[in-house]
């Protein structure tokens, strides 16, 4: 369903989810770096570590594409004001 589809209502919700999903996911994100880096200055055996600084680099982009989509929904929320 298109953004000038949605009521209002909705679109305001679907912001509300979205910066309530953002903002958890990016902490996590920021926990998981930090430990992976500690890990891989710590520690010996930094093979785990090493892969795991792989998954929030990868899952940041999940981030920026709701970045992407809350703004489209801000716009559109802007155009019916």
Do not use: C, H, Q, W
Not at 55 to 68: H, K, Y
């Amino acid at each position: 369903m298109k953004l000038n589809e949605k009521t209002t209502e909705r679109l305001a919700e679907e912001l509300r989810a979205l910066k309530v999903v953002n903002s958890v996911l990016i902490g996590l994100l920021s926990i998981l770096f930090m430990v992976t880096v500690y890990g891989l200055l710590k520690k010996n055996d930094t093979g785990v570590f090493s892969a795991l600084i792989v998954v929030p680099i990868a899952s940041s982009l999940i981030v920026l594409s709701s970045f992407g989509k809350m703004k489209k929904i801000k716009a559109e929320l802007e155009s019916r004001k």
